[in-house]
């Protein structure tokens, strides 16, 4: 199974740091997708990743995706592929 991890920048970011340390000392799989957490375009990137458009998120080769159809007063939900 394979991961990516989208940070916004282990430098500055200690929960970005945190999930990727996390992948490193488990020895997982993963590619790392930096999103612009400084460059204004966070939710543009993660805007079908993470409907909270938060960092970190990580995804899986089996990841759900996120319906764009208003359920219950909220943006988004997840739902099986």
Do not use: C
Not at 37 to 57: H, K, M, N, Q, S
């Amino acid at each position: 199974m394979s991961h990516t991890l989208y940070i916004g920048d282990r430098t500055f970011s200690s929960w970005s740091y945190r999930s990727w340390l996390m992948l490193e000392k488990f020895n997982l799989t993963y590619d790392v997708v930096m999103t612009g957490l400084y460059f204004g375009t966070l939710a543009e990137d993660l805007a079908d990743i993470a409907p909270t458009r938060t960092v970190p998120a990580i995804t899986t080769s089996s990841r759900p995706r996120v319906d764009r159809q208003p359920v219950n007063g909220r943006n988004a939900r997840r739902t099986a592929s």
